[in-house]
């Protein structure tokens, strides 16, 4: 029969130490564990984060623009600027405040606007009587401008005319391009000077296809032809 040899106590000391890393190690496995479970836990419960934009490459040319104001009416410019209509003059004229002093309109003084590209018919003409279709162009001017409305106005290169008229793009609360639409309907003739013609070629077209169907004072004031 073999005889049972008894350990040392070194080899005892030595099992105890190996036993006792072995357990260290075992805990440290179970808490790294449970603490990536709660990560994943937390990361399912998170919402997704939305998109954000692709970064633009360095020296790229920004394409967001101006920022433009929430309240501005769509087809307004992002750099319009705000007035108050005091009246309408004739067909092509304004009187009005801007809100503030700002650009092109530096004072909130009551001042006298020419709407650029059209010429619509005198309500005073050379001999002192109003135009064929002069109060129908003051009428409209009216309707789409009321006295007390809010509009916005941009300039173009030249500020001024020889009569200290501020010479000005015109839309009305509704996003209207005034100069255009009175163009469009047909109250106005082309009036194109230099070098003001920055928006000059949609309200030439306008008046172009006015003409052509004889809408407005091309159907009135315009002999048909024989």
């Known amino acids: 029969m073999t005889e049972l040899t008894r350990p040392s106590n070194r080899t005892v000391r030595r099992r105890a130490r190996e036993a006792v890393w072995a357990g260290i190690v075992l805990v440290a496995l179970i808490a790294g564990g449970l603490a990536v479970v709660r990560w994943l836990d937390n990361r399912a419960d998170r919402p997704a984060a939305a998109p954000g934009p692709s970064p633009r490459p360095s020296g790229a040319p920004s394409t967001t623009g101006p920022a433009r104001p929430a309240d501005l009416p769509a087809g307004v410019p992002a750099n319009a600027q705000r007035i108050k209509v005091a009246f309408a003059r004739d067909g092509d004229t304004l009187e009005a405040n801007a809100a503030t002093s700002a650009k092109p309109i530096a004072t909130t003084d009551r001042i006298i606007i020419r709407l650029l590209g059209i010429d619509a018919p005198e309500t005073h ?4 009587q109003p135009q064929c279709y002069s109060r129908d162009a003051y009428k409209a001017l009216q309707r789409l401008t009321p006295n ?23 839309w009305n ?18 009036l194109s000077i230099q070098p003001n013609t920055t928006r000059q070629p949609p309200i030439t077209q306008a008046v172009t296809e006015a003409e052509s169907a004889r809408r407005g004072l091309w159907g009135v004031c315009v002999a048909k032809p024989k």
């Open 125 to 128: 003409g050379a001999s002192g």
């Open 148 to 170: 007390g409305s809010t509009a916005f106005v941009v300039a173009d290169k030249q500020l001024h005319d020889q009569y200290q008229r501020y010479l000005l793009y015109v």
């Open 173 to 190: 609360a509704k996003g209207v391009f005034v100069n255009l639409e009175l163009a469009r309907l047909g109250y106005a003739r082309v």
